[in-house]
């Protein structure tokens, strides 16, 4: 196409027409700096001339510096002197939006140390890959691919696959949460889950209630969406009711949602009791505010210890909006949460994620699917609850032993949150980063710019021996940095 | 942890102050409908009481309707009859804002005919899955896994698969389009990259141009933006650069992006001559209006005929962030797209991706990267562009053949789309309807209301005789519509 006006003209040499036509292609940008040619065989074709022209057309380019040849691979062009017309240079950081602007400046990963293998790192809370029964998901693949073939690989539906929708139905119905008037989406995990929902339901300047300290995608998130967060502060001793009713009197009717993670919870690790569920329930209840459930980690606790979910209060209710992810403990490379909640919000948030991304991998739906519902995941649970239990009891005797605090948060979990006596855990973290120990700074989680002196260490990725030795190693700088104070 | 609080207390029999406590749980809602029980002995353990005891109370509870046992799986907590409370019902489409209500409205899944086996169906332009190689893509699963083994299963980074964010740089180097300072971020498809974008960079109000008519997933994420859409015509002989002109002599300072398909545009299937493609970069060079450039079924055209994307002329500057997907043609349920632009502008939106959901699936990428980076892309372009474009041929005939048209736009692609004689498409599909006929009325894919005597032919997943048998119906369908219109 591009070759299809060119004409033989005047009494030039053919050659030189050709280099000609060439030339100009290439000047006017037609036949760009590294672009391949045709061979000259297929060139001659093309513009039906001689073979032995268009051998001679491309020497000349070639002499001339505009054309290169790579044995075996063809002929290219080679422009780059030609590019002197003055370059377009959109000044982009300036056209950028806030949501851009939050969502880069509260993104946690770009000002990171940068991890090298000699670091002992409590900043990760994702799972040990290790742990992942390998065997049994290429066994998954295989099986499902056998079962679906190319339907797992063309377009599917907004709100998921089918069996996996099935499936978290049931799921669901064992956390004792099954109503009639719910249903499921597939969502890219917690993060995609959350960030519909905002996208969907709230505008800037909406007040969402949530703990202090929280999660602290879930507040970079809420920010991007311009919301206005009221934190509700988590003490020793769980959420303060006193503070929450004191919210609720004052703004009780101005409250879009409250945001709550009631299961090793992040980053304390609190466990939220029963009754206190009850008590939020009703409460959210009483000023219909709708509850979004952040069923962050609660399979490491489910069905050891017979805690139910806040939605459980609402099967035959609509004010809550459970969202799951196994990603936390299994696969989260795969990028599969769900969102449960009354089939009239699941309707409008299916179009909503078929705008943002038509719908989530059919692939990897499929594969999970068959691994869950082989009865693999409830074993590879059992193993994980095991292992990670361990690490946190290690864990928790070793801060108690070593680290000279003011109070250890939490139940369990992936992670244990630790408040110091008025050490600043920036500094602290400065000076572990020196003996090749890093954690993260418990700041990031407060909605109130609280928490200078609170630390996360996240345990999933390290041997009991690292776990043991990075916390002796924290412990014995907070007790140099106490002794300097003193 | 539920069952910490029982205490024995008083002369009451044991049982009956376990069955107490249980109808208590299960009155207050802390044991929901459905959900399981211990089993008796692990309670007896919990409690701390004999298990005699726990199996008079269960059989007391189960007696009163509150447990039910069902065999091999253990009991259930039955409360019913118990919720009597009075429901928390939210009025959620109360709730909803614009981005939602325009999503819901334009989402044309929800207003389309249902689909059943015995239709003739021209609406869709998804890839036919029987053209997809099974056996190679298992085998490209197979080999990932076993090179990267966990890895694709846990988190990764936002950017991308490191290799395949490598192979997609060599692809638009194939293109013509490599630039230094120019990098990839790979995203959920083509959707996921035009929704970053518009999310990072504009506000409700701003001012984009694209082609009239254009791709309807773009109108409509554009008008979810709340983007003000300036269409520019699409004739029979390509976009209307005297309107064009006329435009930017008006707005030229106050648009904010230039959003163009050049390649088998959808819905008209016309290919933008490269002389078009450097004066259109070139205007909008000149009015410093940046260019959004979709490359849609481009890899149906490329390195047959030699015709290079706008991104080609900008490999020294920054004004053209081109979308590339592969998922027009192949493995669409895996939903992989890439963004390819700026170094700044990638930085930028990695933030916004990794607020919205962290990273595209890992696995599915290293699994698509090895199917590329095997060869084995390039045998199945080579065979789906001879299956391609035969139905596209063969269908340019039957239309020509049957249908009384006012001209035929394309040069080929997934698609045909007609303008009719003053016919309205969307009767004409009613009818065609009753007939077992149906297409994708051409309205949707217009900026200004107009397109009511259009219509578009996907063609990817229909035998060449359903081709003829279907478009000689619509045919006669049109001839009677004119019969009585006489």
Not at 176 to 194: C, D, I, P, R, Y
Not at 328 to 347: C, E, Q, T, V
């Amino acid at each position: 196409m591009i070759f299809s006006d060119f004409k033989l003209e005047g009494n030039l040499p053919i050659y030189i027409q050709i280099k000609d036509y060439l030339s100009s292609l290439i000047n006017k940008g037609l036949l760009p700096n590294g672009s391949k040619l045709p061979s000259t065989r297929e060139l001659s074709k093309i513009l039906d001339v001689s073979r032995n022209s268009v051998i001679a057309a491309y020497d000349e380019l070639k002499a001339d510096g505009f054309l290169y040849s790579v044995n075996g691979k063809g002929t290219f062009v080679s422009s780059e002197k030609l590019i002197t017309s003055s370059d377009w240079n959109i000044d982009w950081i300036n056209l950028e939006n806030e949501f851009s602007r939050t969502a880069n400046e509260l993104d946690i990963v770009k000002n990171e140390i940068p991890w090298s293998s000699d670091l002992i790192s409590f900043k990760s809370i994702s799972p040990d890959g290790d742990l992942f029964d390998m065997d049994e998901f290429k066994k998954s693949f295989m099986s499902r691919i056998s079962v679906e073939s190319h339907k797992l690989l063309n377009y599917g539906y907004a709100q998921g696959y089918k069996p996996l929708i099935d499936f978290l139905g049931d799921y669901m119905k064992k956390k004792g949460s099954f109503s009639k008037s719910k249903t499921t989406l597939v969502t890219n995990g917690f993060t995609e889950a959350f960030d519909l929902i905002l996208s969907s339901f709230t505008k800037p300047g909406d007040m969402i209630l949530c703990e202090n300290p929280t999660h602290n995608t879930s507040i970079k998130i809420m920010r991007a969406h311009g919301i206005n967060i009221q934190g509700i502060d988590i003490g020793k001793d769980g959420l303060d009711f006193d503070m929450l009713e004191n919210i609720l009197e004052k703004h009780g009717n101005s409250i879009k949602f409250a945001y709550l993670t009631p299961s090793y919870h992040n980053p304390t690790g609190s466990v939220m009791p029963p009754e206190s569920r009850l008590k939020f329930y009703n409460l959210m209840k009483k000023y219909s505010i709708p509850i979004i459930e952040d069923g962050f980690n609660e399979e490491l606790l489910y069905s050891s210890s017979h805690i139910f979910p806040l939605s459980s209060f609402d099967t035959s209710g609509n004010g809550v909006i459970y969202i799951g992810s196994f990603s936390k403990i299994l696969f989260p490379g795969m990028r599969i949460g769900w969102i449960y909640a009354d089939k009239k919000i699941i309707n409008r948030l299916i179009s909503v994620k078929r705008c943002r991304n038509i719908h989530t991998s059919f692939l990897d739906q499929g594969v999970l699917f068959d691994y869950l519902n082989s009865g693999k995941f409830e074993k590879y649970i059992k193993k994980i609850r095991k292992v990670y239990g361990e690490k946190f009891s290690v864990a928790r005797k070793c801060v108690e032993k070593y680290i000279d605090n003011e109070y250890i948060w939490g139940d369990g979990g992936l992670h244990i949150f630790i408040k110091l006596k008025g050490i600043d855990a920036r500094e602290l973290l400065d000076r572990c980063y020196n003996k090749k120990v890093i954690f993260m700074p418990g700041d990031i989680f407060f909605t109130d710019n609280n928490g200078y002196d609170t630390l996360r260490l996240g345990l999933s990725r390290l041997s009991l021996e690292d776990i043991e030795k990075g916390i002796k190693i924290i412990g014995e700088t907070i007790d140099e940095m106490n002794e300097e104070n003193k």
